[in-house]
C-alpha cells in the first residue's frame, strides 16, 4: 500500500452541533480525521474532517473529491458552512449540479463536444446541448477517489484517480492527484497534479458553491466582488466562447473595483456564467479575486495559478436541492469561482493551451482563503 494512505491519521471523537433539523460537523479535534459514508460501485466512501488551529472544519468526500462543508464563525461567532451541500451520500448521489466536486477531465464546455488533436478528432460525451460540459457524462465528480492522509503538520488529504485512456472519450491514461490542505490562517489550499501517456486536454477545478452569509435564505447578489480581470471571453447561446477577449471597462463584467453583484445583474441575461482572463504576468500563485458579505463580516480571497475564473451566479439552480441549513436553493442563492484555463480551449488555438504531453506534468494551485471582520 502507498506510503501516502494513512499515515498520521488522527483518530478523533468529532462533536456535532445542530444546525436546523441537519447535522454537520461544526467542530472537532485538530488534524484529519475520517469516517464511513457510504458506498458506490461497491467502493467504500468516507466523509474526512479537516479541523484546523483556528477552529475551522472543512468536510470533504472521497465521492467526487466533494467538500461538502466549510465551516466557520461568522463576526458574531455563529457558525454555519459557508460552502452549500448536504449531510449525506444519498442526496449526492441524486446529481446535483456539481456540488463542491471536483471536475475533469475538462472543466467546463469543449465546444460540439469534439476536438481534433494532432490529426485525430476525439468524440466527447454530449451532456449539455450539443457540448460535452465539466468531463462528461461521468466526470471525477462522480467516481470514487482512492484516499489517504498524508504525513503534514496541517490537516490535510491526498485524493488520487486514474482516468483509463478513452474514458468519455478523451485520449490517453491520465494520473491525477488532488492534495487539500486547511492551513492554519483558514486557508482550503487545492494542489492538483496529473501525468498522461498520451496528449490529452486537461483543465481540472473544484466546483464548490459558496454562500458567505452561510444561510441560503439570502440570495448571493448582496455580495461584493473583485476579479482582477480587464477581460472576459464572451460567450455564444450554448455558453462557448466567441474567442474574443472583451474589455470588461464599461461593461457589467468589470469588477475590477470590488462591487456588489446584483449592481449590474439586469444587464446580464440569466446571470454571470462567464470566464475572466486573469491579469497576470506569470503563472505563480496570486490573488485574482475577493468576496465580501457585510452580514456574515467575511470575506473570501481567491489566489491561483490558472489564467481564467469562471464567475458563476448558480442560475440554473431551482429549489430542487435542500442545503444543510434545510432551505432549498434556489436561483442566486450561491456562486461559484472556479479557476481554470478558457472554456473551450482545445478548440481555440489563440487560447491557453490546456494538452498535457506525456513527460510533463500538469500542476495547478488554487487557495481560497477566508477572513472575518472582528
Ligand atoms: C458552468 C455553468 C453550469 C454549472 C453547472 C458552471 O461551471 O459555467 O454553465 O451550469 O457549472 O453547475
Not at 474526512?48 to 461568522?74: C, E, F, M, Q
Not at 457589467?252 to 441575461?269: E, Y
Request: charge should be negative; charged fraction near 20%.
Amino acid at each position: 500500500m502507498a506510503k501516502w494512505f494513512n499515515a498520521g491519521l488522527i483518530i478523533a471523537t468529532i462533536a456535532f452541533a445542530s444546525c436546523n433539523e441537519k447535522q454537520h460537523e461544526t467542530s472537532a479535534t485538530i488534524g484529519t480525521t475520517k469516517k464511513e459514508w457510504g458506498e458506490v460501485d461497491g467502493k467504500q466512501v468516507y466523509l474526512y474532517t479537516l479541523a484546523n488551529k483556528a477552529g475551522d472544519v472543512v468536510t470533504i468526500s472521497n465521492y467526487g473529491g466533494t467538500i461538502t462543508s466549510w465551516v466557520s464563525p461568522d463576526k458574531s461567532g455563529n457558525k454555519n458552512s459557508i460552502i452549500i451541500g448536504f449531510d449525506s451520500l444519498s442526496s449526492y448521489r441524486q446529481d446535483p449540479p456539481y456540488f463542491g466536486a471536483l471536475i475533469g477531465r475538462y472543466g467546463n464546455r469543449i465546444g460540439k463536444a469534439q476536438f481534433t488533436l494532432n490529426g485525430t478528432t476525439y468524440k466527447l460525451a454530449a451532456n449539455n446541448g450539443p457540448n460535452s460540459l465539466h468531463g462528461g457524462i461521468q466526470g471525477f465528480d462522480k467516481v470514487v477517489w482512492a484516499a489517504g492522509v498524508p504525513d503534514s503538520a496541517q490537516p490535510s488529504l491526498t485524493l488520487k484517480y486514474v482516468s483509463k485512456d478513452g474514458e468519455e472519450g478523451y485520449p490517453g491514461n491520465l494520473d491525477v492527484t488532488v492534495v487539500y490542505t486547511l492551513t492554519d490562517d483558514n486557508g482550503l489550499k487545492i494542489e492538483y497534479t496529473a501525468t498522461t501517456d498520451k496528449p490529452t486536454p486537461v483543465n481540472l477545478t473544484n466546483h464548490s458553491y459558496f454562500n458567505l452569509t452561510g444561510n441560503v435564505k439570502n440570495t448571493i447578489l448582496d455580495h461584493y466582488l473583485q476579479i482582477d480581470a480587464d477581460k472576459y471571453t464572451p460567450v455564444d447561446s450554448t455558453l462557448i466562447p466567441t474567442g474574443e477577449l472583451k474589455e470588461v471597462k464599461g461593461t457589467p463584467f468589470d469588477f475590477t473595483t470590488a462591487k456588489k453583484i446584483g449592481q449590474d445583474f439586469n444587464s446580464v441575461p440569466g446571470g454571470y456564467d462567464h470566464n475572466f482572463v486573469l491579469n497576470r504576468k506569470d503563472a505563480s500563485l496570486q490573488k485574482v479575486a475577493a468576496l465580501s458579505d457585510s452580514v456574515s463580516g467575511r470575506t473570501l480571497e481567491v489566489y491561483t495559478t490558472e489564467p481564467g475564473l469562471q464567475f458563476y451566479t448558480g442560475n440554473f439552480l431551482d429549489g430542487k436541492f435542500t442545503n444543510h441549513d434545510g432551505n432549498p436553493l434556489l436561483i442566486h442563492t450561491a456562486l461559484c469561482m472556479e479557476t481554470q484555463h478558457f472554456p473551450d480551449s482545445p478548440n481555440k488555438p489563440d487560447f491557453p493551451s490546456t494538452i498535457l504531453q506525456p513527460g510533463q506534468t500538469y500542476h495547478s494551485v488554487t487557495e481560497y482563503k477566508l477572513s472575518v471582520e472582528k
